[in-house]
């Protein structure tokens, strides 16, 4: 059987992942200044830092309704596939996995979709794995079930540099913002059972400082890590903020890390300067 894997946008999988694991991306949709796009690569996360800077005005985000998804679910089963596996953004964050059930339903079972319980490479990991059950694995059912069972153990959290987009998105309040701006508080998001919510709180200004302590926190917590795979995701990051994610991580012994930069509708809700590292905390 030829199963194609895809995945909402959110998965924020370099080219190269996605070309090795033949890994197929559905568009979500971003609205800047009144204009819709595809969060294809047609407009970039620097776009959308410099159209917040400008217009102090946060892009929305749109989820992928129904038709758009039966129209790209059509065209990968015209591929030549058997099945579609799907990965959708967690659907506490978005109605994007109700959409896509939906439009399931006219396929007769020739698509599956998983609701990742994740966003960026939380979703991004679970495709890779379940390209490589693919190749040992022909029955579909069994190799959902493998996927939904892993699901849990997706360790995905981020440190946050700015309040300005958490603020403006209304998940920080005026008195909080005003504070942590003015103590130099930078907070750790943290996805649970697919809902963010706020972790340790980091004060000070060196961010590369303050990425080594919440990389090894994260570590501690999360302390049984899958050491084939883990990925360092940034929505902008320097190259020191970058190596001291590295640093922390690297007496671990992961097999693979990977750097990789979010696309635009994880970046619309973040801002600049925000870096998580994400792993299956499952191993031995």
């Known amino acids: 059987m030829k199963i194609a894997i895809s995945?909402?946008?959110?998965?924020?999988?370099?080219?190269?992942?996605?070309?090795?694991y033949d890994i197929k991306v559905i568009p979500l949709g971003i609205?800047?200044?009144?204009?819709?796009?595809?969060?294809?690569?047609?407009?970039?996360?620097?776009?959308?830092?410099?159209?917040?800077?400008?217009?102090k005005v946060l892009p929305k985000t749109n989820a992928a309704n129904a038709e758009f998804y039966k129209e790209r679910?059509?065209?990968?089963?015209?591929?030549?596939?058997?099945?579609?596996?799907?990965?959708?953004?967690?659907?506490?964050?978005?109605?994007?996995h109700n959409n896509a059930v939906t439009a399931a339903k006219d396929f007769g079972g020739k698509v599956r979709v998983i609701n990742s319980k994740s966003l960026s490479t939380g979703v991004g990991i679970q495709t890779m794995y379940?390209?490589?059950?693919?190749?040992?694995?022909?029955?579909?059912?069994?190799?959902v079930e493998k996927i939904e069972k892993r699901i849990p153990a997706v360790?995905?959290?981020?440190?946050?540099?700015?309040?300005d987009y958490l603020h403006k998105g209304g998940r920080c309040s005026s008195?909080?913002?005003?504070?942590?701006?003015?103590?130099?508080i930078r907070p750790?998001?943290?996805?649970?059972?697919?809902k963010m919510h706020s972790g340790k709180k980091y004060?000070?200004?060196?961010m590369p400082a303050l990425i080594k302590k919440y990389c090894k926190d994260v570590l501690n917590e999360f302390n049984t890590p899958d050491k084939s795979i883990c990925f360092i995701t940034y929505s902008s990051a320097t190259p020191e903020m970058v190596e001291a994610a590295r640093e922390a991580i690297a007496d671990v012994g992961f097999e693979n890390i990977y750097e990789t930069t979010a696309g635009c509708t994880i970046c619309a809700h973040c801002g600049e300067h925000t870096l998580g590292i994400l792993y299956y905390n499952d191993g031995e």
């Open 7 to 20: 995945a909402d946008s959110v998965l924020d999988l370099t080219p190269a992942l996605l070309k090795e």
């Open 31 to 55: 609205v800047l200044g009144g204009e819709d796009y595809l969060d294809d690569g047609s407009v970039t996360p620097e776009g959308v830092f410099k159209y917040v800077e400008e217009t």
């Open 73 to 96: 679910f059509q065209a990968i089963l015209d591929e030549g596939y058997d099945c579609v596996i799907h990965f959708n953004l967690s659907s506490d964050m978005s109605a994007t």
């Open 130 to 143: 379940a390209r490589k059950l693919t190749e040992t694995e022909s029955d579909v059912d069994v190799i």
């Open 155 to 163: 360790q995905a959290s981020f440190i946050v540099e700015k309040l």
């Open 175 to 184: 008195t909080a913002f005003l504070f942590g701006k003015a103590a130099g």
């Open 188 to 194: 750790q998001i943290v996805v649970t059972d697919g």
């Open 203 to 206: 004060i000070g200004r060196n």
